[in-house]
């Protein structure tokens, strides 16, 4: 349950920061070793979150 908390909360701060001039990346990088109990996860979670935000501009233009 933990990481699907987890999971959500990096999805919403990769949401957030996408379009700031601020690298989203270096935020989720970030949060991932501040989180207790998230272990680290691989490239396909990143590329996940990052596939949310390339169907939300598609969706949007």
């Known amino acids: 349950m933990t990481d699907l908390f987890n999971s959500i909360l990096l999805g919403i701060l990769q949401g957030v920061t996408e379009f700031?001039?601020?690298s989203s990346?270096?935020?989720l990088v970030l949060?991932?070793?501040i989180?207790?109990?998230f272990s680290s996860?691989?490239?396909a979670f990143d590329i996940l979150l990052h596939g949310g935000t390339l169907?939300?501009?598609i969706?949007?233009?």
């Open 25 to 27: 990346s270096g935020h």
């Open 20 to 22: 700031l001039p601020v």
């Open 55 to 57: 169907v939300a501009v």
């Open 59 to 61: 969706a949007y233009f």
């Open 35 to 37: 989180l207790p109990g």
């Open 31 to 33: 949060a991932q070793s």
């Open 41 to 43: 996860p691989s490239a």
